[in-house]
């Protein structure tokens, strides 16, 4: 069985010397993996490389076993992605937003918009302009349009970012089900405590390199918290 993510080597960086350097993940089906640093730490940057958004300067991604970056098509097929902010027409419904993306998918019909839409509780608002929408709901949308193919995996930037509390009990809740029904997760965050409640396996990012990486149950069996983990990670292998 192929792991859901094997990332080799993985190298970007830029003159400012920001970046991500040598990043090497296997990330297991079944996960929930938590991709957690400050920002700027590197980790849009290898998301990015991840969705085939931008090329590395070296390394390459393989998803379910298929490269990134020599059979694109093949990789993404099983992958739903919420990069950065979740973009949507603001003059289109919701509705109408998720026909735009069921283009791409040959089985996605209007009875599976209606299913997403509900699953991310946004089925009351399938025939408002987007335009309307608070932060929160934009993201919601964008999580159902990456569902809409009902992917194997799902990569999602900093997913709670800009959602307000219920917001983010909605979005974690969301997550519990998905991953319930097999769906992995990687997600990136600097929220430690919302990592430590969603996430199975935490990989801490900083300075460009991953710089820690373990299950959160043995985590926590070992620190009193998420937080103490992170700092102590981010000491050992010395501040930049």
Same mark, same amino acid.
Not at 1 to 12: D, F, R, S, V, Y
Not at 180 to 201: A, K, M, N, P, Q
């Given at each position: 069985?192929?792991?859901?993510?094997?990332?080799?080597? *993985?190298?970007?960086?830029?003159?400012?010397?920001?970046?991500?350097?040598? #990043?090497? *993940?296997?990330?297991?089906?079944?996960?929930?993996?938590?991709?957690?640093?400050?920002?700027?730490?590197?980790?849009?940057?290898?998301?990015?490389?991840?969705?085939?958004?931008?090329?590395?300067?070296?390394?390459?991604?393989?998803?379910?076993?298929?490269?990134?970056?020599?059979?694109?098509?093949?990789?993404?097929?099983?992958?739903?992605? /919420?990069?950065?902010?979740?973009?949507?027409?603001?003059?289109?419904?919701?509705?109408?937003?998720?026909?735009?993306?069921?283009?791409?998918?040959?089985?996605?019909?209007?009875?599976?918009?209606?299913?997403?839409?509900?699953?991310?509780?946004?089925?009351?608002?399938?025939?408002?302009?987007?335009?309307?929408?608070?932060?929160?709901?934009?993201?919601? *949308?964008?999580?159902?349009?990456?569902? /809409?193919?009902?992917?194997? *995996?799902?990569?999602?930037?900093?997913?709670?970012?800009?959602?307000?509390?219920?917001?983010? #009990?909605?979005?974690?809740?969301?997550?519990?089900? #998905?991953?319930?029904?097999?769906?992995?997760?990687?997600?990136?965050?600097?929220?430690?405590?919302?990592?430590?409640?969603?996430?199975?396996?935490?990989?801490?990012?900083?300075?460009?390199? #991953?710089?820690?990486?373990?299950?959160?149950?043995?985590?926590?069996?070992?620190?009193?918290?998420?937080?103490?983990?992170?700092?102590?990670?981010?000491?050992?292998?010395?501040?930049?």
């Amino acid at each position: 069985m192929h792991k859901a993510i094997e990332i080799n080597g *993985l190298t970007k960086m830029y003159s400012n010397g920001r970046g991500i350097s040598d #990043l090497n *993940l296997a990330i297991d089906q079944g996960d929930v993996f938590g991709f957690l640093g400050p920002n700027g730490a590197g980790k849009t940057t290898a998301m990015k490389m991840m969705a085939g958004l931008m090329k590395p300067d070296r390394g390459e991604v393989k998803i379910f076993g298929a490269s990134v970056q020599d059979d694109y098509v093949n990789a993404m097929k099983h992958t739903g992605c /919420l990069i950065e902010t979740a973009e949507s027409y603001p003059y289109l419904t919701a509705n109408e937003n998720l026909k735009l993306f069921a283009r791409f998918y040959p089985d996605v019909d209007q009875r599976r918009i209606d299913e997403c839409l509900e699953i991310t509780g946004m089925l009351k608002y399938k025939h408002e302009k987007s335009r309307k929408f608070s932060l929160g709901m934009k993201q919601r *949308l964008g999580v159902a349009a990456a569902i /809409l193919s009902r992917p194997r *995996l799902l990569i999602m930037d900093e997913p709670l970012n800009g959602l307000d509390v219920e917001g983010m #009990l909605e979005m974690r809740r969301l997550i519990k089900e #998905l991953a319930e029904e097999g769906t992995t997760f990687f997600i990136s965050s600097h929220l430690i405590h919302d990592v430590e409640l969603t996430c199975t396996r935490i990989g801490v990012v900083y300075g460009g390199k #991953l710089v820690g990486m373990d299950y959160t149950r043995d985590i926590l069996s070992n620190y009193s918290s998420l937080e103490h983990y992170f700092v102590s990670e981010v000491d050992r292998n010395g501040r930049i």
